[in-house]
Every structure is written in structure tokens, then in C-alpha cells.
Antibody, heavy 123, light 108 residues
Framework: QVQLQESGPGLVNPSETLSLTCTVSGGSISKSYWSWVRQPAGERPEWLGRIYSSGSTTYNPSLKSRITMSVDMSKNQFSLRLKSVTDADTAVYYC?????????????????WGPGTTVTVSS | ENALTQSPVSLSVSPGETVTLSCRAPESVYGNFLAWYQQKPGQAPRLLIYAASNRATGTPDRFSGSGSGTDFTLTISTLEPEDFAIYFCQQYGSSPWTFGQGTKVEIK
């Protein structure tokens, strides 16, 4: 079965760029959508965006022009970059599979989650 | 965005009881693409229900989802000790996808 694992720095300085990678194992990254979700301590999750294996993206407008997602098919990985971070970006970050069915690319919703990685923004 | 409101925020119940959690949207959720997740401390959310009423693989049948449009419900029948957790609803019918604030189910 598909498993996801986030990796990247746990501490990022304010105003710098947060970079995370998700490694997909047990299945191919192709022909699927993938998402990033974050959750500050004690708060609801926040959906950051999704990327198709072709590289097509949809981002949450709340992040404006700070976010970039990418896919590396050769490594079966997808990545998140969030620039100009502040302490409001401190959270647990999850990479998630979006599973589709038939004519609906998102039918099953966010069905497989990585364990999450804690990112703290602080100097 | 289609912001979701869950109620109650928390409830205390005894094992064996039945609980009903509510999730409401200000606008109709396209395709009834509404999911429910369970989250325990220190863990990632786990998908329980997708498309309003379909149990995900591995979800016990004591969990059931219902509703359409703007009003959705998650019912947990005969609560087991492992069911005490936080439950989030999430809509994925329109971007940006959004989550409710969660309902915490605690042991009485």
C-alpha cells in the first residue's frame, strides 16, 4: 500500500524559505493528485494546495504568491516551497494523497497521509 | 471559500453510547464531496468517510455519514474506547478545500 514520508528542516528562520519533500513508496506518483496540509498546534488543518503528477497546480489563495509545489517523477517525490515565512507558518506539515475514481479526480478525498513533520519558524 | 462549522465543539460521553456530530457549510458542497477524519494526539488525521456517506477502507461500520448540500452528519454508534478523538469534516468540492474546526469526543 502507498506510504508517504515528509522530510526537511525542522527549523526555519523568519523571512526565509521553507522547503519540504514528500517521498512516495509502495506506489507510483503518476496519474494522481497530491496535496500539502498543515496544522498549527491545537488548530484545524489548513489545505495548502494540490499538484497533479504532470505538474499542474492549484494553491490556496490565502498563501498568495508565497507557495510553490513541484513533482519529481524520477524520484517518486513531490515538494513544497513556502517563501517569506513568519511565525504564523509554524505548524505540522503533512503530505497527502488525493485519490480519484472514474471521472472524479478527487472522489475519495485525502485518503493517505504522511506522519507529518513539525516546522518551527524562529530565529 | 466555503468555510465549515462543526457542532458541538466538544462532548463528553460514555463508552457504548451513540453520538451525532454536525458539519454545516454556508454554500452547498459541490458533489457532496464532504469527508470526515479522525485525529488522535500526535497522529495524522485518518480518513473515515468520503463523499458524505461512504466508509473508507478499514472504517468500522459503527461509523456512518449522511447529509447533502449544506448539512452533514457523522454518527458513531456504540462508542468504543478507541473512538475518543477529534473529528474534522472537510469539503473538497470547491477550492480552496476547507476543514471544520473539529469536535472533540471525550470520555465521561
Amino acid at each position: 500500500q502507498v506510504q508517504l514520508q515528509e522530510s526537511g528542516p525542522g527549523l526555519v528562520n523568519p523571512s526565509e524559505t521553507l522547503s519540504l519533500t514528500c517521498t512516495v513508496s509502495g506506489g507510483s506518483i503518476s496519474k494522481s493528485y497530491w496535496s500539502w496540509v498543515r496544522q498549527p498546534a491545537g488548530e484545524r488543518p489548513e489545505w495548502l494546495g494540490r499538484i497533479y503528477s504532470s505538474g499542474s497546480t492549484t494553491y490556496n489563495p490565502s498563501l498568495k504568491s508565497r507557495i510553490t509545489m513541484s513533482v519529481d517523477m524520477s524520484k517518486n517525490q513531490f515538494s513544497l516551497r513556502l517563501k517569506s515565512v513568519t511565525d504564523a507558518d509554524t505548524a505540522v506539515y503533512y503530505c497527502v494523497r488525493v485519490r480519484g475514481y472514474g471521472g472524479s479526480p478527487y472522489y475519495y478525498g485525502l485518503d493517505v497521509w504522511g506522519p507529518g513533520t513539525t516546522v518551527t519558524v524562529s530565529s | 471559500e466555503n468555510a465549515l462549522t462543526q457542532s458541538p465543539v466538544s462532548l463528553s460521553v460514555s463508552p457504548g453510547e451513540t453520538v451525532t456530530l454536525s458539519c454545516r457549510a454556508p454554500e452547498s458542497v459541490y458533489g457532496n464531496f464532504l469527508a470526515w477524519y479522525q485525529q488522535k494526539p500526535g497522529q495524522a488525521p485518518r480518513l473515515l468517510i468520503y463523499a458524505a456517506s461512504n466508509r473508507a477502507t478499514g472504517t468500522p461500520d459503527r461509523f456512518s455519514g449522511s447529509g447533502s448540500g449544506t448539512d452533514f452528519t457523522l454518527t458513531i454508534s456504540t462508542l468504543e474506547p478507541e473512538d475518543f478523538a477529534i473529528y474534522f469534516c472537510q469539503q473538497y468540492g470547491s477550492s480552496p478545500w476547507t476543514f471544520g474546526q473539529g469536535t472533540k469526543v471525550e470520555i465521561k
